[in-house]
C-alpha cells in the first residue's frame, strides 16, 4: 500500500503564503504523478494542480494560476505545493494525491491513493 502525508497547512491572513508538502511511503512505482486537490466545507473536492514525475507537465486550476506553484523532490518522494497571495476563497482541506500512471490530469478518479488532508485557513 502507499501511505501520503500531508503538511504545512495552518491560518493566515490574506496576502499571505503557504507551503505544503506530501510525502509518500510504502509501495513504490517506476514514476508517477501526484497532483493537489481542496474541499471547503458543503462543497465538493476541486482539482488544485499536479506535476509529473519528471516535472516536464504541470497542470493547474484557473483560479491559481500565477499564485501556486508544484514542485517534487523525487529523492525524498515530496511534492509540495507553494501557496501565494492567498485568499480566503483558498480555504479549505488540501489532499495530495498519487497517480501510478504518470498521468496529470483534474479528475479525481484517476488516482489511486489519496492523503488525509491537510487544513488552510485564510482569514479576511
Known amino acids: 500500500q502507499v501511505r501520503l502525508v500531508e503538511s504545512g497547512g495552518g491560518s493566515v491572513q490574506a496576502g499571505g503564503s503557504l507551503r505544503l508538502s506530501c510525502t509518500a511511503s510504502?509501495?513504490?512505482?517506476?514514476?508517477?504523478?501526484m497532483g493537489w486537490f481542496r474541499q471547503a466545507p458543503g462543497k465538493e473536492r476541486d482539482f488544485v494542480a499536479a506535476?509529473?514525475?519528471?516535472?516536464?507537465?504541470?497542470a493547474y486550476a484557473d483560479s491559481v494560476k500565477g499564485r501556486f506553484t508544484i514542485s517534487r523532490n523525487n529523492a525524498k518522494n515530496t511534492v509540495y505545493l507553494q501557496m501565494n497571495a492567498l485568499k480566503p476563497e483558498d480555504a479549505a482541506l488540501y489532499y495530495c494525491?498519487?497517480?501510478?500512471?504518470?498521468?496529470?490530469?483534474?479528475?479525481?478518479?484517476?488516482?489511486?491513493?489519496w492523503g488525509q488532508g491537510t487544513q488552510v485557513t485564510v482569514s479576511s
Open positions: 494525491a498519487l497517480d501510478n500512471e504518470n498521468r496529470v490530469v483534474a479528475t479525481l478518479d484517476t488516482y489511486d491513493y
Open positions: 510504502g509501495r513504490t512505482f517506476p514514476t508517477y504523478a
Open positions: 506535476i509529473s514525475w519528471t516535472g516536464s507537465r504541470i
